[in-house]
């Protein structure tokens, strides 16, 4: 399974970015994803999850009401619609799919599949 994360860019503080991560295989529609970050110097931080079929979200406190995690089923494809950015937003962002769950989840080792990763740079 590949997933080909994009939609990052630099933007300024109070601005919005929606991040995709489409998957190479259809089974991607039962899998558990989620979104992690990883900001320079700092460790790799849960964002966001969602379960197979949409109806169950986590948020991490930091992004909760501002972030909204979703997905296109038809599309093979996660969203992370980011409004509100702040600098502190800055990172490295990683959409991942679990093969072994249907659910999300926070911890990062629970994924199986990884994408290579898009820039958001917030400026203030």
């Known amino acids: 399974v590949q997933l080909q994360a994009s939609g990052g860019g630099l933007v300024q503080a109070g601005e919005s970015l929606r991040l995709s991560c489409v998957a190479s295989?259809?089974?991607?529609?039962?899998?558990?994803t989620g979104w992690f970050r990883q900001a320079p110097g700092k460790e790799r931080e849960f964002v966001a999850a969602?379960?197979?079929?949409?109806?169950?979200?986590t948020y991490a406190g930091s992004v909760k009401g501002r972030f909204t995690i979703s997905r296109d089923t038809a599309k093979n494809t996660v969203y992370l619609q980011m409004n509100s950015l702040k600098p502190e937003d800055t990172a490295v962002y990683y959409c991942?799919?679990?093969?072994?769950?249907?659910?999300?989840?926070?911890?990062?080792?629970?994924?199986?599949?990884w994408g290579q990763g898009t820039q958001v740079t917030v400026s203030s």
């Open positions: 969602i379960s197979w079929s949409a109806s169950s979200t």
């Open positions: 991942a799919a679990r093969r072994q769950s249907p659910y999300g989840s926070s911890r990062w080792s629970d994924f199986d599949y």
């Open positions: 295989v259809r089974t991607f529609s039962l899998y558990g």
